[in-house]
């Protein structure tokens, strides 16, 4: 478990620090990420940190498991991230709280995601908790 906590640590870090190029180095050539209904792939996760402007100042990941099986894993994560963003109204404290199933695969530099689902997910807002409101579609 020691090992892909590490992982997650290194992933974390390189996060923070806006570092692209070594955040690409823990996801397989053909990582894929999101949920059961959005599923997104590695080009725009890492083309969503280019414009990340680090308002989330801290995320933690904490492994719950790992389950290997050769050269694949797969892992449960507990996710939180929080952060201050200033709109109109002011400044307000976001926490994101998601937990996530996550696959591993070891290839040449080691192991690497392959793909990452968010299987439940929380928001709050100065401590409320905000909820995605229906979209309805126009027929």
Same mark, same amino acid.
């Given at each position: 478990?020691?090992?892909?906590?590490?992982?997650?640590?290194?992933? #974390?870090?390189?996060?923070?620090? /806006?570092?692209?190029?070594? %955040?690409? &180095?823990?996801? %397989?050539?053909? @990582?894929? %990420?999101? *949920?059961?209904?959005?599923?997104?792939?590695? /080009?725009?996760?890492?083309?969503?940190?280019?414009?990340?402007?680090?308002?989330?100042?801290?995320?933690?990941? +904490?492994?719950?498991? $790992?389950?290997? *099986?050769?050269?694949?894993?797969?892992?449960?994560?507990? *996710?939180?991230?929080?952060?201050?963003? #200033?709109?109109? %109204?002011?400044?307000?404290? @976001?926490?994101? #709280? &998601?937990?996530?199933?996550?696959?591993?695969?070891?290839?040449?530099?080691?192991?690497?995601? +392959?793909?990452?689902?968010?299987? *439940? +997910?929380?928001? #709050?807002?100065?401590?409320?908790?905000? $909820?995605?409101?229906?979209? $309805?579609?126009?027929?």
């Amino acid at each position: 478990m020691a090992l892909f906590q590490a992982r997650y640590d290194g992933l #974390t870090k390189a996060y923070l620090a /806006k570092n692209i190029e070594t %955040a690409g &180095t823990f996801f %397989a050539p053909d @990582y894929s %990420a999101g *949920n059961y209904t959005h599923p997104l792939d590695k /080009k725009s996760t890492l083309e969503e940190l280019k414009h990340w402007d680090g308002r989330f100042k801290t995320t933690k990941r +904490k492994l719950l498991s $790992v389950i290997v *099986n050769g050269n694949k894993a797969s892992t449960m994560t507990d *996710n939180r991230t929080e952060g201050d963003i #200033t709109d109109k %109204a002011g400044v307000h404290h @976001y926490v994101i #709280t &998601t937990r996530c199933l996550d696959t591993w695969v070891k290839n040449q530099p080691g192991w690497q995601l +392959k793909h990452s689902r968010v299987v *439940n +997910k929380s928001l #709050t807002k100065d401590g409320k908790p905000l $909820v995605a409101k229906p979209v $309805v579609k126009k027929t």
